[in-house]
């Protein structure tokens, strides 16, 4: 590992889509991936990981009798490599509040909606059944609250007449894909930071919705 750039753990579930989004943004960025963990041995991520030649490790939640032994064991598995940040990419698991508060700061999550607007599940279809015209995506800070941490950033995509759910979701994770490697060289440079449950870049306060970044400003 190279010291000089700030190294990351991402953690998974499956595909692993915005994991390869952010590997492949690495090698022009100050972030180095210095291992993936997946809490589902079957992930594909974990194949995507070995073929960029990136450590990976399984924790899988069913081999453990409740939340806290898994979260131990996970956290063990992290500490291995000393990361500065952790992000999560579709890490399927909810994290309880003294996980979080271990990585305090540390932990980015990339939610597919305009938050605060639609947080939680099936965010495509709860945005079409609302008659939205707009629908997006969040990097944002965890914090102990579900999908409520520190915004950082935005993109938003039409909601155009045929829509559907899966026309919707693949629109919004090509501005996945965009914005959050940048949400991550963002704090590898240390130019992004949460302080006092706020997110600050370049040393101001960000406001609730984070930056935006729109096709033509990324």
Known sequence: MN?????????ISGN???LQAIMDASHDSAYEVVGVVSNRPEAYGLQRAAS?????AVVDHREYPDRESFEQALATTIDTW????????GFMRILTGGFVSRYSGRILNIHPSLLPAYRGTNTHQRVLDA?????GVSVHFVTEELDGGPVICQAAVPVTVGDDRDSLARKVATREHSIYPEAVDWFARGRLVMRDN???LDGRRLPESGVRLDPATD
């Open 82 to 89: 000393q990361p500065r940040l952790l992000v999560l990419a």
């Open 16 to 18: 692993g889509s915005n």
């Open 3 to 11: 010291n000089t750039r700030c190294p990351v753990v991402i953690l």
């Open 131 to 135: 008659g939205e015209r707009e629908h």
């Open 52 to 56: 960029a030649g990136v450590p990976g």
């Open 198 to 200: 706020a997110a600050f």
